[in-house]
C-alpha cells in the first residue's frame, strides 16, 4: 500500500520546522512515524508535506531538569524503556513505555509524537495524565506549555496550532515517596488497548498524598479519573479506599461496545485495573518511604 | 535543510544507502516505503510484505543495526543509514548462525515471517547474548507467525545464542 502523494522536507532546526509548517497549508510533522504512515497508506488521512523531524538536532534525551524531566520529542519508546530514570518515583513512565505497541514499533515511535496524535487509544496519554505532565510546544510566536489536560480535544484532535511544534514533555518531580503502575489488556501484543489504567500515587505520612490515574481506550480522549483521585488524596489507602477509588474510575470511563469487548466489559476492566494498579503504586511508594 | 526538487516537476529524492555492505542509492518518490524500496528498486525480494498494517513484522529489517519495519519508514528517511537485510546474513556461501539453527532447529514452515525474524534475533542477541526464552519471545513479541507456535523459533533463537557465543 502506497500513501497518496505528498512533499517531504527534513529540516535541520526547530526554526525551520515552524517555518515550513507556516508556509505550506495540510502539512504535518512526522516523528516516529508509527502512527502517521499507517495511516497514510490506509488513506484514512493524507497530508500535502510531511515534516520529518528526524534530523532535527536537540530534541533527544531524556533528563532531570527544573524539578523534573524533560524527555525530548525525539525520545523513542525504547529509550524510555531502557531509561534509568524512569524507574522508582517515575516507574509509571517506565512501565508504560514497556507496554506501547511492540518491539519494533517501539524502537521508532516517540513519546511526544504520540502525545500529538491524540489518539484515545494511546498509552502515554494517560501516563502523562496520571504523572501531571505537559508538553512544551514551539510556534512562530514563541514558546508555550500545555497541561497535557489541556492537549486533547478528541480523537486525534489536540489544542495543538498547525504551525506548533511539541519539543518535549515535561514531567514534575513527584518525590521519592511516589510509585506508579500501567496496566493494560491487550488481545495480543501491539494491539489497541481494550482498556487500560495509569496510576500515580505519592504518599504523605501513610495517607495517600497525590494521585493520579488516567484511563486509557474508554472514551474520546485519554480521561483523567478525576473523582477516584478526589476520593483517595488525602486518606489512608485502606482496602475500602482502593476498592471505592476503582468503583469512581470505572464510572469515570465512557467505553463503547465494539470487537474488543461490551462497554460494560470494559468498564469492569478499568475497575479491576486500577484496584491492582493502586495496590502496586502504593506498594512501591510505601518502599520508597523507608 | 535538505534541498528537495519540487514534486510539480519530478517529486523525485536521491536516497543513499549501504545495504548489506553495498552502496546503493536510487531516486525516489517521498511516498515510497522502504519495504517497496527494497524489494522493486533494489530487487531485494527476501524482505516480505506480509500484513501492509505494521502489525506482522515480516518486513522487518536492521536500519543502523535496529530492527523497524521497513514497511512504516519512507525510503527517504533512511537516506544515510546502513541496512541488514536477509540477504546480508550469510557470508562466503555460509549461512549466518541464526540461519543455520532455524534450518536445524525447525524454526520455520511456510518461511513467510523467517526473514523478519531472524533479523530481529541477530540485533537482539547482540545486547543480550545469553537471553531466556521468556525474553526471546518478548524481542520477537512484534512479529506474528502463523505455522510453528514459535515454539521452535525460540528454540532456533537459544541455539544460535549457543553458537554465537561459543564462536
Known amino acids: ?290 | 535543510m535538505t534541498q528537495l526538487e519540487s514534486p510539480t516537476t519530478t517529486g523525485l529524492h536521491t536516497v543513499e544507502v549501504t545495504v548489506n555492505g553495498q552502496a546503493r542509492s536510487a531516486q525516489v518518490e517521498a511516498r515510497m516505503l522502504l519495504a517497496h524500496f527494497l524489494r522493486q528498486t533494489l530487487g531485494l525480494t527476501g524482505t516480505h510484505i506480509g500484513c501492509d498494517t505494521t502489525s506482522c513484522g515480516a518486513c522487518a529489517v536492521l536500519v543502523d543495526g535496529t530492527p523497524v519495519k521497513s514497511c512504516t519508514v519512507l525510503a527517504v528517511q533512511a537516506h544515510g543509514a546502513e541496512i541488514t537485510t536477509v540477504e546480508g546474513l550469510a557470508k562466503g556461501g555460509q549461512l549466518h548462525p541464526i540461519q543455520q539453527a532455524f534450518h536445524e532447529e525447525h524454526g520455520l514452515q511456510c518461511g513467510f515471517c523467517t526473514p523478519g525474524m531472524m533479523l530481529t534475533s541477530v540485533a537482539f542477541l547482540k545486547e543480550n547474548p545469553s537471553p531466556t526464552d521468556e525474553e526471546i519471545r518478548w524481542a520477537l513479541s512484534g512479529q506474528i507467525c502463523r505455522c510453528t507456535g514459535y515454539q521452535n523459533i525460540v528454540n532456533a533463537v537459544q541455539a544460535a545464542a549457543t553458537t554465537m557465543r561459543e564462536a
Not at chain 1, 525525539?74 to 511492540?102: F, I, M, N, Q, W
Request: aromatic share 4%.
Open chain 1, 1 to 290: 500500500m502506497y500513501p497518496s502523494r505528498f512533499e517531504y522536507l527534513a529540516p535541520t532546526s526547530v526554526e525551520e520546522v515552524i517555518a515550513a509548517l507556516g508556509e505550506r497549508e495540510g502539512a504535518k510533522v512526522m516523528a516516529g512515524g508509527q502512527s502517521l504512515i499507517p495511516v497514510l497508506k490506509l488513506r484514512v488521512a493524507s497530508v500535502d508535506t510531511v515534516v520529518d523531524i528526524n534530523r532535527v538536532a536537540g530534541l533527544d534525551g531524556i533528563e532531570e531538569a527544573d524539578g523534573g524531566l524533560r524527555i525530548g520529542a525525539l525520545v523513542r519508546h525504547v529509550e524510555a524503556e531502557r531509561s534509568p530514570l524512569l524507574t522508582k518515583r517515575y516507574g509509571l513512565l517506565g512501565a508504560t513505555a514497556r507496554l506501547v505497541a511492540d518491539p519494533l514499533v517501539r524502537n521508532r515511535g516517540t513519546i511526544c509524537g504520540s502525545l500529538a496524535h491524540a489518539d484515545p487509544q494511546g498509552d502515554w496519554g494517560s501516563a502523562m495524565l496520571a504523572a501531571r505532565g505537559s508538553v512544551v510546544v514551539r510556534g512562530p510566536n514563541g514558546e508555550r506549555t500545555i497541561a497535557v489536560d489541556e492537549l486533547s480535544l478528541g480523537p486525534f484532535m489536540t489544542t495543538l496550532q498547525p504551525d506548533e511544534l511539541i519539543t518535549e514533555v515535561r514531567v514534575p518531580d513527584p518525590g521519592p515517596r511516589t510509585g506508579g503502575a500501567y496496566l493494560k489488556l491487550e488481545r495480543k501484543v501491539g494491539d489497541f488497548a481494550t482498556a487500560a489504567v495509569a496510576v500515580q500515587v505519592t504518599m504523605d505520612n501513610g495517607s495517600v498524598g497525590q494521585v493520579g490515574i488516567g484511563l486509557t481506550g474508554v472514551g474520546a480522549t485519554n480521561v483523567r479519573a478525576t473523582a477516584a483521585e478526589d476520593a483517595l488524596r488525602g486518606s489512608e489507602p485502606t482496602d475500602e479506599a482502593i476498592a471505592g477509588a476503582a468503583r469512581l474510575a470505572a464510572e469515570a470511563a465512557e467505553p463503547q461496545s465494539d470487537n474488543r469487548g461490551t462497554a460494560d466489559y470494559k468498564r469492569n476492566v478499568v475497575r479491576v485495573y486500577c484496584e491492582r494498579g493502586l495496590r502496586t503504586a502504593i506498594s512501591a511508594a510505601r518502599a520508597g518511604e523507608e
